[in-house]
Every structure is written in structure tokens, then in C-alpha cells.
């Protein structure tokens, strides 16, 4: 039983350049989150499910994009990688709601 | 919007010292509050937590009471132990998403 798992650990990207973050789950779970951490600023929500087939925007959506095509995962795209978006992003999941939340050990993100 | 106002950090304390790290809601309604931990290098993590007026979560020796009247949810224990040291983050329940603040960082030293 694996938990949560994000994949790669740790990515450089050059200013404008694509990639998908990958957050997998083993539990079942029916909710699934997207955050950024960043220093003074805590976690803030990118987008989020509530099921397979589902997305939602969180507090931060602008120049992110998910996608929930199977229910164990989570996908995180940026289509144009730009600086402002070096952070620590971490996926988490839930059963049926969004108050006990597993986290992933997380993803470190640097944008040149 | 609903929010959420924690004490900034970092706070330092010797080991067996009294922990208390304040917290405060600002939410229409009585939201569930709860506190989430990061060890290092480590994702989040429920600590404890609370569903309505009055009641006290608890776990690990930490407590958390939920008070209405102050709209607090500050959380303490009476003796923190190096293993303790972490960045913690309290938090509500908006409808389907949960609202963090911006984490309080612990140092406990021997």
C-alpha cells in the first residue's frame, strides 16, 4: 500500500517549456487536490476532483490544466512553464470529502 | 471569503516546554477546523481536528479546543519533544476544499 505518490521528485524547466506532474493513488479515494507551496504563503489549491471524469478550480488555476481520466490519477500540466511558477507542489486525496486528507511527499519545481 | 490567521513563526522552544501556536477563523457558519503537520521533507498530515463549537481534538498530546466566541483554535501541548519540531498548519472546511493558513514553523531543541 503505496499511499499517495507523485512523480518526478524534482524537475528544472526552461522558461516556456511543457511538462504533467503525475499523483497516484492506492486507496480508492474519490477526491483528489493539486496545491503549491510556497514560502509566506502556505498551500494554496490549484484545481481539484471529486471523482473520476471531474475537475474543479481551486484558488490558483491560472496556467495550470488537470486532467482525471482514471480515478487512481491526478494530472498536473503546464503548458508554458513560466518562473512565478517555481514552488513545491504536493497532491493529495480523500475519501469522500476534503477533511482528511493523505498527502504526497511532494514535487520540487525550478523554472530558469 | 472564509480565511484562516496563524501566528507567524518561527517559534523556538526548549524541549518539555509549553507549546502554544494561536490560531484564528474568520468563516460564516461554524466551519470543522482543523491542524495539519509537515515534518521535514515531508507531505502533510492530519493531526486533529474539530467539528463543531466546544469540542477538542486531540492526538499525539497535542489538543485543540474549538471556540465560537473567539472564533480561535489554538493548539497546545503541555511538554514538546524534539521529534516535535515541524511546520504546522491549521485549516477549515469550506464546502469541498479545505482553507490553510500560511503555517506556523516549531524548533525544539534538546
Known amino acids: 500500500n503505496a499511499g499517495v505518490t507523485q512523480t518526478p521528485k524534482f524537475r528544472v524547466l526552461k522558461t516556456g517549456q511543457s511538462m504533467t506532474l503525475l499523483c497516484a493513488q492506492d486507496m480508492n479515494h474519490e477526491y483528489m487536490y493539486w496545491y503549491r507551496q510556497d514560502p509566506g504563503m502556505g498551500l494554496r489549491l490549484i484545481h481539484y476532483?471529486?471523482?473520476?471524469?471531474?475537475?474543479a478550480k481551486g484558488e490558483v488555476p491560472d496556467g495550470y490544466n488537470v486532467s482525471r481520466l482514471k480515478k487512481q490519477n491526478f494530472l498536473l500540466g503546464l503548458e508554458s512553464a513560466a518562473p512565478s511558477q517555481t514552488s513545491v507542489y504536493f497532491c493529495a486525496s480523500s475519501v469522500s470529502g476534503p477533511e482528511t486528507q493523505y498527502f504526497g511527499p511532494g514535487t520540487r519545481l525550478l523554472v530558469l | 471569503g472564509d480565511s484562516v490567521t496563524q501566528m507567524e513563526g518561527p517559534v523556538t522552544l526548549s524541549e518539555e516546554a509549553f507549546l502554544t501556536i494561536n490560531c484564528t477563523y474568520t468563516?460564516?457558519?461554524?466551519?470543522?477546523l482543523f491542524w495539519y503537520v509537515q515534518y521535514p521533507g515531508e507531505g502533510l498530515q492530519l493531526l486533529l481536528k474539530a467539528t463543531k463549537a466546544d469540542d477538542k481534538g486531540s492526538n499525539k498530546g497535542f489538543e485543540a479546543t474549538y471556540r465560537k466566541e473567539t472564533t480561535s483554535f489554538h493548539l497546545e501541548k503541555g511538554s514538546v519533544q524534539v521529534s516535535d519540531s515541524a511546520v504546522y498548519f491549521c485549516?477549515?472546511?469550506?464546502?469541498?476544499?479545505?482553507?490553510f493558513g500560511t503555517g506556523t514553523r516549531l524548533q525544539v531543541f534538546p
Open positions: 485549516a477549515l472546511r469550506w464546502t469541498d476544499k479545505l482553507i
Open positions: 476532483s471529486v471523482g473520476e471524469g471531474t475537475t
Open positions: 468563516a460564516t457558519g461554524y466551519p470543522s
